[in-house]
């Protein structure tokens, strides 16, 4: 079960579904009525994976993928033009995997002047309160990694109240890691409320000479807006993300949570190596290396 949620909240379901559609297509230029029966199943199959995968791909481009399957369908249906929609859904279907691609590989980050980060989080950072005697990711990546960190993680913050936080405290490193949003995708807030108040929040962390490193947040089904909100505004202002499969590899093993979103220890060190694996070649070049 682990692995199935771990595939769809990542997105990497949407792959599959573009594959399963794809075969689809692809199976009902057959004449035999098993094959068309397998196209049957392998098409539904292929719309409940995109569903549920909360792809935020451009409208435009599930709008003319949308309407090359609708057209597609009626070929078959008609038996006109079956092979020129066949071949259109699977480009169009192709152009779509192609566009989301980018999204689930990992971005480099330039060399960083010092060896202090600024983590801006939830709970998922800042542990279960004082009760929790778990040692926190950023203190076993201060702790192995020789880094100085400025903590600004909070229980239960949102977008919203991040920004109170940290003009409040003010921002001391060249290099941020926002872990944030998880609060507000499973909360009361908006995904219109949720871009003003991302979009707030980059504004004010993001400045010249200062790298901004931003998980993406895994998706339930259907929340295709959240995850749309969270690219636009960090294309908007230069930040790198963090696929969400890197996030969601962790949450979804039993052993790295207490409670399927709280980190256990096992799951505060993955976390620590995680960010360390892309925030790592920062620290790697001019003698600034792992103090291990």
């Known amino acids: 079960m682990n692995h199935l949620i771990h595939h769809i909240a990542s997105g990497q379901v949407f792959f ?19 094959a068309k029966r397998i196209a049957f199943w392998a ?20 709008a003319i993928a949308g309407l090359a399957t609708v057209c597609w369908m009626l070929s078959v249906w008609f038996d006109k033009h079956r092979w020129f929609w066949t071949m259109a859904v699977v480009a169009v279907w192709c152009m779509a995997a192609a566009i989301e691609l980018p999204y689930h590989i990992v971005t480099t980050i330039a060399s960083s002047p010092s060896r202090s980060i600024t983590i801006i989080g939830d709970s998922i950072t800042a542990g279960m309160g004082a009760d929790d005697e778990s040692e926190r990711w950023p203190a076993i990546l201060a702790r192995e990694h020789g880094l100085k960190i400025q903590n600004l993680s909070h229980v239960g913050e949102t977008a919203a ?10 921002i001391a490193a060249p290099l941020v890691v926002l872990e944030i949003g998880g609060n507000d995708l499973l909360g009361s807030t908006s995904s219109a409320q949720f871009a003003r108040d991302l979009d707030a929040l980059l504004d004010y962390v993001c400045r010249p000479g200062r790298q901004v490193v931003m998980f993406e947040l895994p998706l339930p089904p259907f929340h295709n807006e959240y995850g749309r909100v969270q690219r636009e505004s960090a294309a908007k202002h230069n930040v790198a993300l963090i696929p969400k499969r890197v996030l969601m590899s962790i949450l979804s093993r039993s052993d790295s949570t207490l409670d399927t979103i709280h980190l256990s220890q096992t799951g ?15 620290f ?4 600034r290396g792992d103090h291990n």
């Open 16 to 34: 599959t579904g573009v594959a399963l559609l794809a075969f689809a297509a692809l199976l009902s230029t057959g004449k035999k009525g098993i």
């Open 43 to 62: 098409f539904l199959s292929g719309v409940a994976a995109v569903g549920v995968s909360s792809t935020p791909i451009p409208y435009w481009c599930y």
């Open 161 to 170: 109240s991040a920004l109170k936080r940290v003009e409040g405290r003010g």
């Open 268 to 282: 505060h060190r993955r976390m620590a190596a995680a960010v360390w694996r892309h925030i790592g070649a920062a």
């Open 284 to 287: 790697q070049q001019n003698g």
